[in-house]
């Protein structure tokens, strides 16, 4: 497999102005009928009559015709999955017959079957799967697609856009044909056909439009789409309030299904969902799951405009629509619930996962240079990075200023397919400024570092902050450029009062430092008194940030910042710091220290009722296990768990009896909403319950045992189960047994069952998730259940890094069998084995032999570009 560049692009040689599509859906064979209308570009440089259309091994061409002329065999070639036609005209319509077999699509990418109903994903390069195309983003045409099938198995046929005909076939089948009357590429393309229930809504648009909303699942569970009903007519709300952007067609659906290898699909007006993005009810669905639901729905209604109006010319360019498209998910959770927790959930999640990808053999730009298998792009560099960095844009240029560049943005390139350089052209032209060094974040890679130190000078009152960043090599990038870094700062004086100052000539109590250089020293006057500094607030800038906070200014930080994102960000910090020594402790065989300042942070923390409970959750949430790695020069999983175990003893022991106060206080009997001032009460009583059985207790054991008994939502009743099994409580089995069979006919339950058992800590680990693949209620084909089962595996960290490997090697053969089942999935499950590197030497050796056992195999492209980046 070779790679492609972006310093390769031309413009297609041929345009398809119309593409009008026939499925015969079939159980043993589907007949694609593809009639495209296509002529040269006039843009092309290269003026050929040779057409090369993008197609599958799994494509099986029965036959083609130019202006219904049937081409004989030798006017065209098969090569390397391409149908090449050697002389065209400059105008014609190309008519292709083929033949796929859904119900051997283990791939899941073109058209396949997700329990009874056939399905289609196309996006990056599905739709080559279904039939011999164009497959590219710059390619964008009309389309009419007619579906022909039994009636009384497939009552639902849907494609995108419009109904606008449907009847019986000679053979009494029934056809529907749909219309899209907006120009789209074909990895917007979507087929669904099923026996499906439908929720139906409408809404009525700030035009005064009424736009049809329908939600379709398998009959079991259409109860579960009211919150997706609801979270849709906000998203659709909220988008014309903010970006003044209104929907479009006359029609919105969305379809749930089983079997999806991503969360969710943006199709042009037929989303398609990861039924555990989509359906949501108390009893069987947690409270982050609701907020995932949220998220997502608004995340693929966003691209309606982000994405699909305004598209990307290249898949090199897909952070425009997915980094912007983030940005505009995350600012809708933000502003539906509270914008710091929210703001703390999404920091976490980048500096745990995506620092570490940076960190990694697979580190690239979120505008990548080159890349083997598009499929290995969709990461959390292109998406949260890339988020990141429109974020920045809106920090520089202010609400009103960002909008007036997305306005523009959509309303220059409504209809195109274009790169992230127009997207920053449009945030510059509409603003007046100078973007130029900032987009070095579009082409560089790599987490930047800023080293910061100060100096009071009490008689002149002034403050001096001298930053300096660095950015680490990268692969194919051994140097960097400097970057813009907008860094937003306030001062916090002795007795926790913010302290204004004079910066640029204006009194003001916080500022957005412009770091553009290696080094530079920003002053700020009239400062009264000695501050602590406050850097980084809201985490304006996706870099790490060294400055040498002593214990007491952090608890300082924690309990007196004004912004309430630093006081999280304080408390990390201190236990990364706690954390920090109790892993040394370990690793010298010395004794483990009693005591912590994290105890007096907390308390206080505890005793102090006006705070919004979601917040005291999340600081009392202890820097995770993934987190701390991707902290560590040599990761040493044993003594991080065992830090972490640790001091989380040490603070329940310390404050067991504030910890059952708050248990007991945070209760409630109101009946389940995913209301935020209901999610934020639910998540610090569990976070108190679980420090409080950390403690000891029996009280607390009895509580926890009790509130898995008596929980009538799916949030209590799994925080107590995961409670139990985690300090592996006597009724560990019992309550796991029982958990499953009461759930047992739930396919989103039983994946957090799998994913528990899993991860369940215990003698033989690897055994019980050997069985559990075994268990009648997993299958490999569903990618939801392997990533339970695998996921809950790599938090088994006795099971997955014991150091005879084993735990490894079992990774490995699951990646070997998938590789060529479902590549893109292989691909996802190499990721633990890249940080091999980053590894202690007994660990990173076992890791690096699975991977040179897997290079050894002959791999799909997807799993082959990851291996072979790692090993190089
Ligand atoms: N474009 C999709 C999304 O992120 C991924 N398949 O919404
Ligand atoms: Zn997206």
Known sequence: PSAIYLKDYTVPNFLIDKTELTFDLDETQTIVTSRLHLRRNPESKVQTSALVLDGGEDVKLIGVAIDDYALPEQEYTIKDDKLIITATPNEFVLTCETMIEPQNNTKLEGLY??????CTQCEAEGFRHITYYLDRPDVMSIFTTTIIGDETRYPVMLSNGNEIERGKTEEGKTFVTWHDPFKKPAYLFALVAGDLEVLNDSFTTMSGRDVKLQIFTEKHNIDKVDFAMDSLKRSMKWDEEVYGREYDLDIFMIVAV?????????????????????????????????????????????????????????????????????????????????????????????????????????????????????????????YEKGSEVVRMIHTLLGEEGFRKGSDLYFERHDGQAVTCDDFVKAMEDANGVDLSQFKRWYSQAGTPRLTVTDSYDEQAQTYSLTIQQMTPPTPNQPTKLALHIPVKVGLVGQSNEALSFTFDGQTQDEVVLHVNDVEQTFVFENVMSKPVPSLLRGFSAPVKLDYDYSTEQLLQLMS????????????????????????????NGAQFSEETPLVEGFKALLADESLDPAMVALILGLPSQAYMSELADKIDPQAIKAAREHLR????????????????????????????????????????????????????????????????????????????????????????????????????????????????????????????MEHPSFDIKNPNKLRSVIGGLGQNVDAFHNLDGSGYAFLADQIILLNKRNPQIAS???????????????????????????????????????VSKSLA
Not at 267 to 280: P, V
């Open 560 to 587: 007196g910042d004004p912004d309430g994102f630093n006081r999280w960000s304080a408390s990390q910090q201190l236990a990364v710091n706690e954390l920090n020594k109790l892993i040394a402790q370990y690793q």
């Open 258 to 382: 089983d079997d999806f290898n991503m969360g969710a699909m943006e199709n042009k007006g037929l989303n398609i969902f990861n039924s555990s993005c989509l359906l949501a009810s108390p009893e069987t669905t947690t409270d982050d799951a609701y907020l995932r639901v949220e998220a997502v729905v608004a995340h693929e209604y966003f691209h309606n405009w982000s994405g699909n109006r305004v598209t990307c010319r290249d898949w090199f360019q897909l952070s425009l629509k997915e980094g912007f498209t983030v940005f505009r998910d995350q600012s809708f959770s933000a502003d539906t619930h509270s914008d710091v927790v929210k703001r703390v959930e999404d920091v976490s999640f980048l500096k745990t996962a995506q620092f570490a990808e940076d960190a990694g053999p697979m580190s690239h730009p979120i505008r990548p240079a080159s890349f083997i298998e598009i499929s290995n792009f969709y990461t959390l560099t292109i």
């Open 113 to 118: 079957r997700s329990s009874s109903m056939f």
């Open 828 to 866: 996802r499950l190499c990721t633990p084995l890249t940080r091999w590197q980053r590894m202690v030497p007994a660990l990173a050796e076992k890791m690096k032999g699975e991977l040179e056992r897997i290079a050894r195999e002959d791999l799909s492209k997807d799993v082959y570009e990851v």
């Open 649 to 772: 003893g040490i603070a329940a022991k310390a404050l067991e009896v504030e910890f059952k106060h708050v248990y007991e206080s945070n209760a409630s009997n109101e009946a389940y909403q995913a209301s935020a001032e209901q999610i934020a009460k639910r998540s610090l009583k569990n976070a108190a319950l679980s420090y409080w059985v950390a403690s000891g207790s029996d009280e607390a054991k009895a509580a926890v045992v009790r509130q898995y008994r008596n929980a009538d939502n799916m949030t209590d009743q799994f925080a107590a189960l995961s409670c139990v099994v985690h300090f592996n409580l006597a009724e560990a089995d019992e309550l796991l047994n029982a958990f499953f069979e009461q759930w047992k006919h739930e396919a989103l339950v039983v994946n957090k069952w799998l994913m528990l058992s899993a991860a369940r800590e215990h003698e033989n680990g690897l055994a019980q998730v050997k069985a559990l």
